[in-house]
């Protein structure tokens, strides 16, 4: 029952935050990234550990190209995952 519960106040969060996002400027954006020697594996290829942390910028930055911080979300109830 916890787990069902649970599930659901995700489920709430993420509508919720899909809501919000009507509202903003900026629904996509780019970035460049400068992949480094340590993120490659030996194929000349990023390996797939460095994918979160590539998403996470492009989150950031796109939260900032709209005026937000992770602070003003984090204070309103909002946590991203």
Excluded: P, W
Aim: glycine share 4%; net charge negative; charged share 30%.
């Amino acid at each position: 029952m916890l787990r069902a519960s649970r599930h659901e106040d995700v489920l709430s969060e993420r509508l919720t935050m899909e809501t919000d996002v009507k509202h903003c400027n900026v629904t996509a954006c780019e970035i460049s990234i400068r992949v480094r020697y340590s993120e490659v594996d030996r194929q000349n290829a990023v390996h797939h550990r460095q994918y979160i942390v590539y998403f996470e910028l492009g989150r950031t930055e796109l939260l900032r190209q709209n005026g937000y911080a992770y602070k003003d979300l984090e204070d309103n109830g909002i946590t991203l995952v």
